[in-house]
Protein backbone atom coordinates (compact mmCIF):
# COMPACT_ATOMS: atom_id res chain seq x y z
CA UNK A 1 0.00 0.00 0.00
CA UNK A 2 1.26 3.52 -1.20
CA UNK A 3 0.45 6.70 -0.56
CA UNK A 4 1.34 9.26 -3.80
CA UNK A 5 0.59 12.43 -2.12
CA UNK A 6 -0.69 14.36 0.95
CA UNK A 7 -1.71 17.34 2.08
CA UNK A 8 -1.42 19.49 5.07
CA UNK A 9 -3.23 22.40 6.84
CA UNK A 10 -2.99 23.80 9.65
CA UNK A 11 -0.80 20.64 11.05
CA UNK A 12 1.01 21.33 14.29
CA UNK A 13 3.93 23.16 12.69
CA UNK A 14 3.86 22.29 9.17
CA UNK A 15 3.77 25.00 6.82
CA UNK A 16 0.82 24.37 4.66
CA UNK A 17 2.00 22.37 1.94
CA UNK A 18 0.88 19.74 -1.10
CA UNK A 19 3.89 16.87 -1.26
CA UNK A 20 4.36 13.98 -3.73
CA UNK A 21 5.21 10.89 -2.31
CA UNK A 22 8.14 8.21 -3.64
CA UNK A 23 6.86 5.34 -3.95
CA UNK A 24 9.14 3.77 -2.35
CA UNK A 25 9.14 6.13 0.75
CA UNK A 26 11.58 9.01 1.64
CA UNK A 27 13.29 9.52 4.92
CA UNK A 28 13.15 12.85 6.43
CA UNK A 29 16.05 14.57 7.80
CA UNK A 30 16.11 17.16 10.33
CA UNK A 31 17.08 19.09 14.06
CA UNK A 32 14.11 17.62 16.91
CA UNK A 33 11.61 20.08 16.90
CA UNK A 34 11.43 21.13 13.48
CA UNK A 35 8.34 18.99 12.09
CA UNK A 36 9.43 15.53 10.93
CA UNK A 37 7.67 13.33 13.29
CA UNK A 38 4.58 15.73 12.47
CA UNK A 39 4.83 15.12 8.85
CA UNK A 40 4.92 11.26 9.41
CA UNK A 41 2.10 11.85 12.18
CA UNK A 42 -0.16 13.67 9.53
CA UNK A 43 0.30 10.60 7.32
CA UNK A 44 -0.48 7.91 9.92
CA UNK A 45 -3.82 9.98 11.00
CA UNK A 46 -5.80 8.65 8.31
CA UNK A 47 -5.37 4.84 9.25
CA UNK A 48 -7.47 5.05 12.35
CA UNK A 49 -8.18 9.35 11.67
CA UNK A 50 -6.61 10.33 15.21
CA UNK A 51 -2.60 10.76 15.76
CA UNK A 52 -0.69 8.09 15.80
CA UNK A 53 1.29 9.15 19.25
CA UNK A 54 -1.95 9.25 21.21
CA UNK A 55 -2.83 13.49 21.12
CA UNK A 56 -6.21 14.95 21.44
CA UNK A 57 -7.46 16.30 17.93
CA UNK A 58 -7.60 20.07 19.49
CA UNK A 59 -3.49 18.93 20.25
CA UNK A 60 -2.75 18.43 16.72
CA UNK A 61 -4.27 21.41 14.70
CA UNK A 62 -2.05 24.82 14.96
CA UNK A 63 -1.87 26.40 17.57
CA UNK A 64 -4.66 29.45 18.10
CA UNK A 65 -5.60 28.25 14.22
CA UNK A 66 -9.19 27.08 12.58
CA UNK A 67 -8.04 23.17 12.98
CA UNK A 68 -6.74 21.43 10.42
CA UNK A 69 -7.20 19.15 7.34
CA UNK A 70 -5.35 15.99 6.29
CA UNK A 71 -5.53 14.89 2.68
CA UNK A 72 -3.57 11.54 1.63
CA UNK A 73 -4.39 10.04 -1.90
CA UNK A 74 -3.11 6.41 -2.58
CA UNK A 75 -2.11 4.79 -5.93
CA UNK A 76 -4.60 3.28 -7.37
CA UNK A 77 -6.85 6.34 -6.59
CA UNK A 78 -8.00 6.04 -3.39
CA UNK A 79 -8.61 9.24 -1.42
CA UNK A 80 -9.08 10.28 2.18
CA UNK A 81 -9.49 14.16 3.87
CA UNK A 82 -10.35 14.48 7.48
CA UNK A 83 -10.73 18.08 8.74
CA UNK A 84 -11.35 18.88 12.24
CA UNK A 85 -12.66 21.84 13.33
CA UNK A 86 -11.61 23.94 16.60
CA UNK A 87 -14.61 25.87 16.32
CA UNK A 88 -17.36 22.97 16.45
CA UNK A 89 -14.59 20.37 18.28
CA UNK A 90 -16.29 18.15 15.16
CA UNK A 91 -14.14 15.72 12.55
CA UNK A 92 -15.13 15.53 8.85
CA UNK A 93 -14.53 12.13 6.74
CA UNK A 94 -14.55 12.17 3.46
CA UNK A 95 -13.31 8.97 1.28
CA UNK A 96 -13.52 8.48 -2.20
CA UNK A 97 -15.01 12.18 -2.65
CA UNK A 98 -18.26 10.88 0.06
CA UNK A 99 -18.88 11.97 3.28
CA UNK A 100 -18.45 9.06 5.74
CA UNK A 101 -21.30 9.15 8.60
CA UNK A 102 -19.56 7.44 10.53
CA UNK A 103 -15.13 6.92 11.13
CA UNK A 104 -15.97 3.05 11.23
CA UNK A 105 -17.05 3.28 7.42
CA UNK A 106 -13.47 4.78 6.38
CA UNK A 107 -11.20 2.64 8.44
CA UNK A 108 -8.73 0.22 6.89
CA UNK A 109 -8.85 2.19 3.86
CA UNK A 110 -5.07 3.17 4.15
CA UNK A 111 -2.82 1.21 6.52
CA UNK A 112 0.33 2.30 8.05
CA UNK A 113 2.18 0.37 11.34
CA UNK A 114 4.31 3.38 12.64
CA UNK A 115 7.12 2.42 14.71
CA UNK A 116 7.95 4.93 17.82
CA UNK A 117 9.77 5.38 20.31
CA UNK A 118 7.62 5.57 22.98
CA UNK A 119 6.47 1.81 21.46
CA UNK A 120 8.46 0.74 24.44
CA UNK A 121 5.38 1.17 26.70
CA UNK A 122 4.05 -2.23 24.67
CA UNK A 123 6.68 -3.81 26.78
CA UNK A 124 6.86 -1.83 30.28
CA UNK A 125 3.87 -0.30 30.60
CA UNK A 126 0.47 -1.66 31.83
CA UNK A 127 -2.11 -3.58 30.79
CA UNK A 128 -3.78 -1.42 29.16
CA UNK A 129 -1.45 -0.28 26.43
CA UNK A 130 -1.20 -3.85 25.03
CA UNK A 131 -4.86 -4.43 24.90
CA UNK A 132 -5.29 -1.12 22.79
CA UNK A 133 -2.69 -2.14 20.77
CA UNK A 134 -4.29 -5.75 20.23
CA UNK A 135 -7.47 -3.63 19.55
CA UNK A 136 -6.59 -1.31 17.49
CA UNK A 137 -4.55 -4.09 15.52
CA UNK A 138 -7.24 -6.41 15.11
CA UNK A 139 -9.98 -4.19 14.31
CA UNK A 140 -7.77 -3.02 11.02
CA UNK A 141 -7.38 -6.57 10.08
CA UNK A 142 -11.04 -8.08 10.72
CA UNK A 143 -13.64 -6.41 10.10
CA UNK A 144 -15.90 -8.82 12.41
CA UNK A 145 -13.95 -8.15 15.30
CA UNK A 146 -13.98 -4.28 15.09
CA UNK A 147 -18.01 -4.72 15.04
CA UNK A 148 -17.66 -6.86 17.96
CA UNK A 149 -15.68 -4.21 20.12
CA UNK A 150 -17.82 -1.57 19.25
CA UNK A 151 -20.85 -3.28 20.20
CA UNK A 152 -18.92 -4.47 23.25
CA UNK A 153 -17.78 -1.45 24.46
CA UNK A 154 -21.32 0.52 24.20
CA UNK A 155 -23.06 -2.13 26.29
CA UNK A 156 -20.06 -2.08 28.43
CA UNK A 157 -20.39 1.67 29.40
CA UNK A 158 -23.85 1.21 29.77
CA UNK A 159 -23.93 -1.24 32.06
CA UNK A 160 -21.38 0.61 34.21
CA UNK A 161 -23.80 3.71 33.92
CA UNK A 162 -26.70 1.42 35.68
CA UNK A 163 -24.24 0.31 38.15
CA UNK A 164 -23.69 3.80 39.17
CA UNK A 165 -27.08 5.08 39.22
CA UNK A 166 -28.12 2.20 40.96
CA UNK A 167 -30.25 0.86 38.60
CA UNK A 168 -29.35 -2.92 38.90
CA UNK A 169 -32.09 -4.17 36.48
CA UNK A 170 -31.09 -1.76 33.74
CA UNK A 171 -27.48 -3.27 34.57
CA UNK A 172 -28.84 -7.30 33.56
CA UNK A 173 -30.59 -6.32 30.50
CA UNK A 174 -26.68 -5.46 28.87
CA UNK A 175 -25.27 -8.88 30.49
CA UNK A 176 -26.62 -10.91 27.16
CA UNK A 177 -24.94 -8.09 24.48
CA UNK A 178 -21.97 -8.31 26.96
CA UNK A 179 -21.66 -12.35 26.45
CA UNK A 180 -22.44 -12.37 22.77
CA UNK A 181 -20.09 -9.96 21.97
CA UNK A 182 -17.26 -9.98 24.57
CA UNK A 183 -17.17 -14.10 23.38
CA UNK A 184 -16.01 -12.93 19.89
CA UNK A 185 -13.51 -10.62 21.17
CA UNK A 186 -11.96 -13.22 23.68
CA UNK A 187 -12.07 -15.82 20.85
CA UNK A 188 -10.06 -13.65 18.41
CA UNK A 189 -7.42 -12.51 20.79
CA UNK A 190 -6.84 -15.71 22.04
CA UNK A 191 -6.80 -17.29 17.96
CA UNK A 192 -4.13 -14.41 17.22
CA UNK A 193 -1.91 -15.34 20.29
CA UNK A 194 -2.74 -18.64 19.84
CA UNK A 195 -0.99 -17.70 16.42
CA UNK A 196 2.00 -15.14 17.13
CA UNK A 197 4.06 -16.70 19.33
CA UNK A 198 6.46 -18.06 16.87
CA UNK A 199 6.46 -15.70 14.73
CA UNK A 200 7.19 -13.14 17.44
CA UNK A 201 10.26 -15.19 18.40
CA UNK A 202 11.25 -15.39 14.54
CA UNK A 203 11.55 -11.32 14.83
CA UNK A 204 13.13 -11.51 17.78
CA UNK A 205 15.54 -13.95 16.75
CA UNK A 206 16.22 -11.60 13.30
CA UNK A 207 16.74 -9.10 15.91
CA UNK A 208 19.72 -10.13 16.79
CA UNK A 209 18.13 -11.51 20.79
CA UNK A 210 18.91 -15.20 21.35
CA UNK A 211 17.03 -15.38 24.96
CA UNK A 212 13.69 -17.43 24.10
CA UNK A 213 10.41 -15.30 24.26
CA UNK A 214 7.00 -15.71 24.66
CA UNK A 215 3.35 -14.27 24.71
CA UNK A 216 0.54 -15.62 26.76
CA UNK A 217 -2.84 -14.42 26.91
CA UNK A 218 -4.03 -13.45 30.67
CA UNK A 219 -7.59 -13.69 31.21
CA UNK A 220 -10.69 -16.28 31.68
CA UNK A 221 -10.71 -17.90 28.80
CA UNK A 222 -13.64 -19.73 28.91
CA UNK A 223 -15.57 -16.42 27.66
CA UNK A 224 -15.05 -17.98 24.23
CA UNK A 225 -18.23 -19.64 25.19
CA UNK A 226 -21.37 -17.21 25.62
CA UNK A 227 -23.01 -19.93 27.92
CA UNK A 228 -20.64 -18.77 30.72
CA UNK A 229 -20.70 -15.18 30.84
CA UNK A 230 -24.32 -15.92 32.94
CA UNK A 231 -22.49 -17.89 35.97
CA UNK A 232 -19.37 -15.42 35.94
CA UNK A 233 -21.64 -12.62 36.23
CA UNK A 234 -23.67 -13.73 38.48
CA UNK A 235 -20.72 -14.74 40.98
CA UNK A 236 -19.35 -10.95 40.35
CA UNK A 237 -22.79 -8.99 40.53
CA UNK A 238 -22.32 -7.90 44.28
CA UNK A 239 -18.94 -6.95 43.96
CA UNK A 240 -20.25 -4.85 40.61
CA UNK A 241 -22.83 -3.08 42.55
CA UNK A 242 -20.97 -1.90 45.24
CA UNK A 243 -17.98 -0.52 42.95
CA UNK A 244 -20.03 0.34 39.65
CA UNK A 245 -18.12 -0.90 37.39
CA UNK A 246 -18.36 -4.66 35.46
CA UNK A 247 -15.63 -7.05 36.52
CA UNK A 248 -16.01 -9.46 33.87
CA UNK A 249 -14.79 -9.25 30.69
CA UNK A 250 -11.80 -8.67 28.06
CA UNK A 251 -11.75 -5.09 28.92
CA UNK A 252 -9.47 -6.54 32.13
CA UNK A 253 -7.19 -8.71 30.24
CA UNK A 254 -3.53 -8.48 29.51
CA UNK A 255 -0.88 -9.71 26.64
CA UNK A 256 1.66 -11.13 28.73
CA UNK A 257 5.58 -10.83 27.53
CA UNK A 258 8.02 -13.34 28.31
CA UNK A 259 12.23 -13.43 28.68
CA UNK A 260 13.57 -16.64 29.23
CA UNK A 261 10.36 -17.53 31.19
CA UNK A 262 10.04 -14.32 33.33
CA UNK A 263 8.43 -11.40 32.50
CA UNK A 264 9.75 -9.09 30.05
CA UNK A 265 8.42 -6.02 31.74
CA UNK A 266 9.99 -6.42 34.95
CA UNK A 267 13.22 -8.35 33.94
CA UNK A 268 14.36 -7.49 30.47
CA UNK A 269 16.86 -4.65 30.26
CA UNK A 270 16.50 -1.73 28.21
CA UNK A 271 17.83 -3.12 25.18
CA UNK A 272 15.14 -5.70 25.54
CA UNK A 273 12.43 -4.25 25.82
CA UNK A 274 13.13 -1.42 23.03
CA UNK A 275 13.68 -4.92 20.60
CA UNK A 276 10.45 -6.63 22.12
CA UNK A 277 8.53 -3.58 21.11
CA UNK A 278 9.83 -3.40 17.49
CA UNK A 279 9.08 -6.89 16.80
CA UNK A 280 5.77 -6.53 18.07
CA UNK A 281 5.38 -3.56 15.63
CA UNK A 282 6.66 -5.99 12.99
CA UNK A 283 4.08 -9.05 14.27
CA UNK A 284 1.71 -6.24 13.70
CA UNK A 285 3.10 -5.70 10.38
CA UNK A 286 2.81 -9.15 9.00
CA UNK A 287 -0.89 -9.60 10.94
CA UNK A 288 -2.35 -7.31 8.83
CA UNK A 289 -0.43 -7.72 5.51
CA UNK A 290 -2.11 -11.57 5.91
CA UNK A 291 -5.09 -10.87 6.83
CA UNK A 292 -5.56 -7.86 4.64
CA UNK A 293 -3.46 -8.84 1.70
CA UNK A 294 -1.74 -5.88 1.18
CA UNK A 295 1.60 -4.66 2.36
CA UNK A 296 0.99 -1.41 4.99
CA UNK A 297 3.54 1.41 4.83
CA UNK A 298 5.76 2.01 7.42
CA UNK A 299 6.32 4.82 9.42
CA UNK A 300 9.16 4.43 11.62
CA UNK A 301 9.62 7.82 13.63
CA UNK A 302 13.89 8.50 15.13
CA UNK A 303 14.24 4.95 16.18
CA UNK A 304 17.97 4.14 14.88
CA UNK A 305 19.23 7.00 17.06
CA UNK A 306 17.87 5.33 20.30
CA UNK A 307 19.39 2.35 18.74
CA UNK A 308 23.54 0.61 18.98
CA UNK A 309 24.87 -0.47 15.76
CA UNK A 310 24.17 -3.90 16.01
CA UNK A 311 20.59 -3.40 16.57
CA UNK A 312 20.24 -0.77 14.23
CA UNK A 313 22.00 -2.83 11.54
CA UNK A 314 19.50 -5.88 12.43
CA UNK A 315 16.50 -3.64 12.20
CA UNK A 316 17.77 -1.88 8.84
CA UNK A 317 17.95 -5.54 7.80
CA UNK A 318 14.02 -6.46 8.95
CA UNK A 319 12.94 -3.28 7.40
CA UNK A 320 14.48 -3.82 3.95
CA UNK A 321 13.46 -7.64 3.89
CA UNK A 322 9.96 -6.29 3.71
CA UNK A 323 8.31 -5.22 0.26
CA UNK A 324 6.65 -1.42 0.56
CA UNK A 325 6.74 2.32 1.63
CA UNK A 326 8.87 3.84 4.21
CA UNK A 327 8.60 6.82 5.54
CA UNK A 328 11.42 7.34 7.76
CA UNK A 329 12.52 10.07 10.17
CA UNK A 330 15.81 11.07 11.99
CA UNK A 331 17.95 13.88 12.73
CA UNK A 332 20.90 13.39 11.35
CA UNK A 333 21.54 11.91 7.70
CA UNK A 334 23.98 9.41 9.17
CA UNK A 335 21.44 8.12 11.70
CA UNK A 336 19.57 6.29 8.92
CA UNK A 337 21.41 3.02 8.08
CA UNK A 338 22.60 2.96 4.24
CA UNK A 339 21.12 0.15 3.45
CA UNK A 340 17.55 1.62 3.33
CA UNK A 341 18.68 3.64 0.30
CA UNK A 342 15.40 6.55 0.28
CA UNK A 343 15.52 9.87 -1.37
CA UNK A 344 15.82 12.46 1.64
CA UNK A 345 14.34 15.15 2.33
CA UNK A 346 14.59 18.51 4.77
CA UNK A 347 12.54 19.61 7.07
CA UNK A 348 13.12 22.70 9.06
CA UNK A 349 10.94 25.14 11.00
CA UNK A 350 8.33 23.18 10.12
CA UNK A 351 9.34 23.66 6.27
CA UNK A 352 9.37 20.27 4.11
CA UNK A 353 12.34 20.60 1.27
CA UNK A 354 12.17 17.63 -0.94
CA UNK A 355 15.24 16.62 -3.03
CA UNK A 356 17.40 17.56 -0.52
CA UNK A 357 19.61 16.42 2.89
Known amino acids: MQATSVLVRSFRNLADAALE ?13 HGKTNLLEAIGYPVLFRSVRGAADREVGRFGGPGFHVGLTMAGGGELEATWSAATRRKRIVADGEEQATITGALGRWLAVAFLPTDVALVHGGAGERRRW ?35 RAAEAFEGLLASQGAVVVSKRLQWVEQSSGPWQSELEALGEVVPVGLRYRGDESLVDPGAWEAKFGASRGRDQARGQSHVGPHRDDLVLHLGGHSLRDY ?48 AARLIARPGQRIVTAPRAEDVPVELALPRWTVRDGVITPGAG
Open 21 to 33: LPGEGVALIGPNG
Open 134 to 168: MDRMLSLADRTYLAALLRYRGALAQRNAALRSGDH
Open 268 to 315: GSTGQQRSAAIALRLLELETLAVARAVRPALLVDDLFAALDATRQAHL
